[in-house]
């Protein structure tokens, strides 16, 4: 099965292809549902179009808004492009837009995304006949409707479904509650999440408010768990899935380096069954508690006491280089002489294991007790042999 990682800009494209990803799915100035992602220019896609394919790996670019007629004239300019820069497929929600790119630029694979609310077999068969390539299915079905459709179509149309990440509240993601409370539209890549917001109810007659209260816990009935289906590959592979989707493209290079990696081991350790220690480096980085959505039919996906995520573990420096024992950092968050640093690494030999920080010293070799500044780059000792690009981290 492919595992498809989100890249919001081109540090978390060669982050998700270093911890493991097969494919790549970003966004480019416009037509995309994450606007406030940092998102790439064309230049910048043709460059991670060139680097996915030196090492074999593919992109797939999202024009997954919900397009009104006078988007069309600036597609048509940005397929060309896109087209010109030998991309590996589109995203595509919109029914007209999937046909007018058939029409005019039949090179270029479509993949339907989720937006498009595709439940039922019909649905699929018809997009089958005008000519997708690829498939993400509605994220309210549950592995026995997801097998009916993969053996109907027969391998003439690839499936993909999400595995990991944020649920939005709404029906496969079309929510007008962001669009109507501050005018920012989450179908046009606007969405301000206000489904995570604390809310008031207050009787029609009175102006005092009170807090909504579903149960004891909390009042955060619109929020979500987030999607976990890292111990279900095996019976997602069985309903005959071929992609393997992690939501996140305005999360951290540090999400999107934990989450591809954990998938990829668990991945190729297929038939086994991912244990529980995968679900702890998960939980490493930034999370809501976590449900199996409705693969499973589970009544309970709704988290009742915070909207706030939580981790185990900080993002604390990038590796740049290491040889003769010593290896440079890149700070990313506060560290200190005398801390254990976690490794999250491809590499094998060197992932979760830990190193102490000693003889740390800036890049004027002066000797320093705290790493303080915002992407400062210092060095310690280090007898591990670790690779441009591994992270370090802290146990909070």
């Not at 609310?117 to 509605?138: P, S």
């Not at 009742?304 to 950092?329: D, L, N």
């Amino acid at each position: 099965m492919e595992l498809l990682a989100p890249a919001g800009n081109y540090e978390k494209f060669l982050t998700a292809l270093n911890f493991g990803a097969d494919a790549v799915y970003l966004s480019g100035k416009d037509f995309g549902l994450r606007a406030f992602a940092g998102n790439f220019t064309v230049s910048e896609i043709k460059k991670a179009c060139l680097e996915a394919h030196r090492r074999n790996k593919k992109v797939y670019v999202t024009i997954n808004i919900l397009a009104r007629d006078k988007d069309f004239q600036k597609i048509a300019k940005y397929l060309k492009q896109l087209e010109e820069c030998k991309i590996d497929g589109i995203i595509v929600s919109d029914l007209g837009l999937i046909y007018f790119v058939r029409r005019n630029f039949p090179s270029i694979n479509i993949h339907v995304s989720t937006q498009a609310n595709v439940t039922n077999l019909q649905t699929a068969l018809l997009l089958a006949e005008l000519g997708v390539k690829r498939i993400v299915l509605a994220r309210e079905l549950n592995l026995k409707e997801i097998k009916k459709i993969t053996s109907a179509l027969k391998n003439k149309v690839e499936i993909e479904c999400f595995v990991h990440g944020a649920m939005c509240m709404a029906y496969s993601g079309r929510c007008l509650l962001s669009n109507y409370i501050t005018g920012r539209d989450a179908n046009r890549g606007e969405c301000v999440q206000a489904c995570r917001w604390k809310y008031f109810i207050r009787e029609e007659s009175r102006t005092d408010e009170m807090e909504i209260q579903e149960d004891k816990n909390g009042t955060y009935i619109l929020n979500s768990k987030d999607l976990c289906m890292i111990q279900h590959l095996k019976e997602l592979k069985e309903a005959g899935v071929v992609s393997l989707k992690i939501e996140g493209r305005m999360k951290s290079s540090y999400y999107v380096a934990c989450v591809t990696n954990a998938y990829r081991r668990a991945i190729d350790s297929l038939p086994n069954v991912a244990g529980v220690e995968y679900v702890r480096e998960l939980e490493k980085t930034s999370h809501r508690r976590f449900t199996t959505g409705f693969y499973f039919n589970e009544n309970d996906r709704q988290f009742r006491q915070s909207s706030t995520p939580v981790q185990t573990h900080e993002f604390v420096a990038v590796v740049k280089s290491c040889s003769k024992g010593r290896v440079k950092v890149e700070q990313r968050n506060f560290f200190k002489e005398g801390d254990t640093l976690e490794i999250l690494s491809p590499n094998d030999k060197t992932f979760n294991k830990t190193v102490v920080v000693n003889n740390m010293t800036n890049s004027n070799k002066e000797h320093i007790e705290k790493a303080n500044i915002a992407k400062m780059v210092v060095y310690f000792d280090c007898d591990e042999t670790l690779l441009q690009g591994d992270i370090l981290r802290k146990k909070l």
